[in-house]
């Protein structure tokens, strides 16, 4: 069946790196737009970073530009999250999303694969 | 970048009528997506577009938008509807981010 799963998270110190994967599957991984959305404990959604089918272009929120790098291995089927400089404003699950389908040449921001999310604890 | 505004809390009673609004200037622009996330769940989403549902949805679930406003009703509430709901749009300023709103807790009396 269409699946996403994260790996990756974990405690980790300020100032360090961590790296988050997202397998896919039960879909053509690389003809869909990828998200990575995160929620601080008790907190609501917050978006993160999108990337394109193709890897072509890349956008992200104004809270992670130039800390975060969202990539993806369509032959792997697999997106990534490079996170570095971690601060514990960045404590969060972390959910990739598959962008949906275009309808009748009809293109929408929403999400409809979402995966059950990885844990981020930014803590000395 | 822009903003989505949600009442922060809503209730309804078992069976009745509930509309979640959710504001913002990306919404005279763009379509506002709606997300059902239940405690310890990852979001599901119930509405998109001008009012689509995916697939396997309930068609209580009904989406509508005018000006800046975009609207999520739930025509016969169920307990099984309480959960937290969320609207997202396309960010106004151009650069193809995406903006959550904050999110309404509903409460099925």
């Known amino acids: 069946q269409v699946q996403l799963v994260e790996s990756g998270g974990g405690v980790v110190q300020p100032g360090r790196s961590l790296r988050l994967s997202c397998a896919a599957s039960?879909?053509?991984?690389?003809?869909?737009?990828m998200h990575w959305v995160r929620q601080a404990p008790g907190k609501g959604l917050e978006w993160v970073a999108v990337i394109w089918y193709d890897g072509s272009n890349k956008y992200y929120a104004d809270s992670v530009k130039g800390r975060f790098t969202i990539s993806r291995d369509n032959s792997k089927n697999t997106l990534y999250l490079q996170m570095n400089s971690l601060r514990a404003e960045d404590t969060a699950v972390y959910y990739c999303?598959?962008?949906?389908?275009?309808?009748?040449?009809?293109?929408?921001?929403?999400?409809?694969?979402w995966g059950q999310g990885t844990m981020v604890t930014v803590s000395s | 970048s822009s903003e989505l505004t949600q009442d922060p809390a809503v209730s309804v009673a078992l069976g009745q009528t509930v509309r979640i609004t959710c504001q913002g200037d990306s919404l005279r622009s763009y379509y506002a997506s709606w997300y059902q996330q239940k405690p310890g769940q990852a979001p599901v989403l119930v509405i998109y577009g001008k009012n689509n549902r995916p697939s396997g949805i309930p068609d209580r679930f009904s989406g509508s938008s005018s000006g800046n406003t975009a609207s999520l009703t739930i025509t016969g509430a169920q307990a099984e509807d309480e959960a937290d709901y969320y609207c997202n749009s396309r960010d106004s300023s151009g650069n193809h981010a995406v903006v959550f709103g904050g999110g309404t807790k509903l409460t099925v009396l």
């Open positions: 039960g879909f053509t991984f690389s003809s869909y737009g």
């Open positions: 999303a598959r962008t949906i389908p275009c309808t009748n040449g009809v293109c929408y921001d929403a999400f409809d694969i």
